[in-house]
């Protein structure tokens, strides 16, 4: 039996522990995390060993050798270029002619090979995955097998939403020679997201092996440091280095340590080192060979490795510090903070939690360091939201903060590219879109600033002057404190989560692009922005139909930057309007829910007295809408869509509308009556967008007050929702009162309900079990269709609670519906 240890990643998310040597080196226990792959071979009796190479492979190569110290025999494949996992081993061929194992030389198991080799060959399987369950698979590959094993879908680092069992791909595989075939040589080929795939398609014999045994992708500074702490707590059937002196303190030979020392285990001292008088050692401290710690100093679960030196009456919790560092006396390093090798820090200096410093840098004597002064990632969970990037301005979302995300935004971005940026009339938006431009403008990106100006007009000055993307800034329709960074692509749609990662990875690595002083960017103010918008919108309705109705209309701008657009097109629909609020006034952008609830009262109130056929409020971006008809009455946004699709139905392009799966099944028996075709989308904006942008799609539309017509822009725009609405009322004929009346009523209900992070992927896992004898749709979360409505639940991607609605023929019902859900994920949870 022979294996292939994969041994060629670069542990980019590790830095700076990895900055100068591969993620396979990097010590566990004061040895390689590759030497304890080896070491579970050579126990299940693999010693026949090809050991694949790629980022710097001679470091590798020099410690192992040929693995005759460890009892093994080593053979090396070097990749002079990036293979992907698939071809690099498709790189060892030539020592592969029997059945083989792969697995990582970078991650931390006990896994009992025999079985998975017995299962493997039960199964007389062409591959078999090495599957584990998890609390958050949502960085992993996920599996789906059935109960005999045969696996039926993978899911490669999916979204909660996509997330429908906790088994994950371990890179553990027991492979046949056979699979090379569908491996192209010279090719970088990944074995999860295509030679697998390409298994399953062909119906050949691929099964999960679920491993009851303790396993550990250390792929980030967390999972590095909890591998520690799992093997000192008995996780794993892995044992510290050294002899045991009590239950929980390992020492290793040579090692002294004072008799005033205060070691509380579990605790792991390497060879060598010296522990001097009244240090304190704390759980799950791990030091390394050859480390020195002077007197009075407190180590609590910090990692130090090799040949490091601690001065007197240093503070080290919750870090993990390089080999060759010198920390001098008085020291305080505190949690989450990751020092590179051979760095020195000065006495009395404070590094502040989180922050990462690179390999060889001196940070000075009282020097107090908040951020990280080399670049790199800090390991949180994501930078952006639902809704772009929001905080509270001045604490979260900082004018420094915003230089570095337009830096990494720009880096993502080809040099010289042009981007759109807007915001409202508030200062904090102001202050943070300067801040952008000057990142942009070093990042070698030109910037085009509308000024004050709706979101809309933002998206639609990227789709006609073809620019690479844009950004809005605004404060939050519901608090002034709160301020949202809106990106958008090319398309003038929100940013694809692709998008997002690579500018958090950027943002977080501060790995951005510096350019010569003659690439700076530079920053220019278009003069007809609001005039060709306006041009461009009413090319896109019929003015004549709309004009020869006369409508009277009366419209809130809620004092936002909407009123600095309506006036430029208004004119041409030959309305007569009652403007409410028209003028821009920064301290009463965002209204409370009681606020907003006043305006609407308001608003209805405008209507009725002046006998308009509807009103309007238009929020803060000016891309939702709310909507009072003519005699008055405020209409939901849920049952506003529905009108919206039965107008579109009726008088609208012909197409398909799409609907997000969680709005009312009502708007299928809605767009049936006139031949219409629904097609639903995930929750996320930006699927709806996606979604609106395909051809043949004319309208889609959400339970937020947000609706697009696809033939002006794929984005939402209160304006151009205005506009079609009159347009569609105009063909229409009848009263928007009328028209409410008429639709049928729907009976939904929505409620959220606490799941912590870790217990998501179980609660998704059980929820497909128990969907059994349901018609089940997976398109995002899980979705029961029921003879009387339906369930859909989905895990909220920024916050630890599920999402659950519910729709059924009566009130009443879809209120129970929401409560069985929410006490069954209760009782996981």
Same mark, same amino acid.
């Given at each position: ?37 080896? $070491? ?68 931390? %198991? ?7 080799? $017995? ?39 999916? %979204? ?20 090379? *075939? ?114 009075? %100093? ?51 200096? +404070? ?51 915003? +230089? ?14 042009? +981007? ?245 099944? +009502?708007? *299928? ?105 349901? *018609? ?30 519910? *729709? ?22």
């Amino acid at each position: 039996m022979k294996a292939v240890v994969m041994a060629g990643g670069e542990g980019t998310r590790l830095r700076p522990l990895t900055s100068n040597q591969p993620k396979p080196m990097v010590p566990i226990f004061n040895k390689p995390i590759m030497e304890y792959t080896i $070491e579970l071979l050579k126990a299940h009796g693999i010693t026949d060993i090809v050991v694949t190479l790629q980022f710097m492979p001679q470091m590798i190569r020099n410690y192992f050798g040929d693995g005759s110290d460890l009892g093994v025999d080593l053979a090396y494949a070097v990749e002079l270029e990036p293979l992907g996992t698939a071809g690099s081993v498709k790189n060892a061929e030539e020592h592969l002619d029997e059945t083989f194992l792969v697995i990582s030389g970078d991650a931390l %198991t006990d896994m009992d090979l025999g079985e998975l080799l $017995e299962f493997h060959k039960k199964k007389q399987s062409m591959a078999t995955i090495a599957l584990k369950s998890v609390d958050n698979p949502l960085e992993f590959g996920v599996v789906i097998a059935n109960e005999h094993g045969q696996i039926e879908r993978f899911l490669e680092k999916p %979204t909660w939403g996509e997330i429908f069992s906790d088994t994950i791909n371990t890179g553990v595989y027991v492979l046949e020679p056979e699979v090379f *075939e569908y491996i192209e040589k010279g090719t970088a080929v990944d074995f999860s997201k295509e030679v697998f795939p390409k298994l399953l398609a062909d119906g050949k014999p691929l099964y999960g092996y679920v491993t009851p045994k303790y396993w550990c992708d250390v792929g980030n500074y967390e999972q590095y440091v909890q591998a520690h702490q799992d093997v000192m707590d008995g996780l794993a059937a892995i044992e510290p280095p050294g002899i045991k002196m009590r239950e929980d303190v390992w020492v290793g030979d040579g090692a002294y340590v004072d008799p005033s020392a205060d070691i509380a285990g579990p605790v792991v001292i390497g060879q060598n080192a010296r522990i001097e008088k009244d240090v304190e050692l704390h759980e799950y401290s791990v030091i390394g060979n050859n480390v020195v710690i002077r007197s009075g %100093t407190h180590c609590h679960r910090t990692i130090l490795w090799e040949n490091t030196f601690v001065g007197n009456q240093a503070h080290l919790h919750g870090a993990v510090v390089g080999k060759h560092c010198d920390l001098r006396n008085g020291v305080r390093v505190s949690q989450g903070v990751v020092i590179g090798d051979e760095c020195v820090i000065g006495e009395n200096a +404070v590094v502040n939690h989180d922050v990462k410093i690179y390999p060889f840098k001196t940070v000075d004597s009282g020097a107090v360091i908040n951020t990280s002064i080399i670049w790199e990632t800090r390991g949180t969970r994501t930078l952006f939201g639902k809704e772009g990037v929001t905080g509270l301005v001045g604490i979260d979302l900082t004018p420094d903060l915003a +230089v570095r995300l337009a830096m990494a935004y720009g880096t993502s971005l080809p040099k010289g590219s042009d +981007v759109v940026l807007s915001g409202d009339v508030s200062g904090p938006s102001r202050m943070l879109k300067r801040a952008m431009i000057a990142g942009l403008n070093n990042a070698g990106i030109n910037c085009r600033d509308v000024r004050v100006m709706p979101a809309p007009v933002n998206r639609f000055n990227i789709i006609s002057g073809q620019r690479a993307g844009g950004i809005h800034v605004q404060v939050s329709d519901a608090d002034s404190q709160v301020v949202t960074v809106n990106f958008y692509d090319s398309r003038g749609r929100d940013i694809p989560e692709a998008d997002k990662r690579e500018i958090e990875r950027y943002y977080y690595r501060g790995d951005f692009r510096r350019v010569y002083f003659t690439e700076i960017g530079k920053a220019g103010f278009p003069a007809r922005s609001r005039d060709d918008y306006a041009e461009g919108l009413l090319r896109a309705v019929d003015t004549d139909i709309i004009a020869e109705r006369g409508f009277k209309v009366v419209i809130d701008y809620a004092h936002g930057s909407a009123s600095l657009t309506f006036p430029t097109f208004l004119g041409a629909l030959g309305c007569e309007v009652i403007s409410l609020n028209a003028h821009t006034e920064e301290d009463r952008l965002s209204l409370t829910p009681d606020e907003r609830e006043g305006r609407l009262r308001e608003l209805a109130d405008t209507v009725d007295l002046f006998k308009a056929d509807l009103g309007v409020l238009i929020n803060n971006s000016g891309e939702r809408a709310d909507f009072v008809d003519d005699h008055g009455q405020l209409i939901s946004r849920e049952r506003m869509l529905m009108i919206m699709v039965d107008l579109v139905s009726r008088h609208g392009e012909t197409g398909r509308i799409a609907l997000p799966l969680s709005v009312s099944g +009502v708007g *299928e028996v809605i767009a049936s009556r006139a031949g219409r075709e629904i097609e639903r989308t995930k929750l996320s904006p930006r699927a709806l967008m996606e979604k609106a942008g395909e051809s043949g799609v004319v309208f889609a539309g959400a339970e937020d007050g947000s609706y697009i017509f696809s033939s002006f822009m794929p984005a939402p725009d209160a304006a151009a929702t205005f506009c079609r609405l009159l347009e569609l009322l105009a063909r229409d004929g009848r009263a928007l009162s009328e028209i409410r009346l008429d639709v049928p009523e729907s009976f939904t209900a929505q409620r959220n309900t606490y799941c912590s992070w870790e217990r998501k992927g179980l609660v998704m896992r059980k929820l497909i079990e128990r969907s059994t004898g349901s *018609e089940v749709e997976m398109l995002d979360g899980v979705k029961y269709h029921e003879n009387n409505g339906w369930v859909l639940v989905v895990p909220d991607p920024d916050k630890p609670v599920f999402q659950v609605y519910a *729709e059924a023929q009566k009130s009443a019902m879809a209120e129970k519906k929401v409560d069985d859900i929410i006490d069954f994920i209760n009782s996981l949870v």
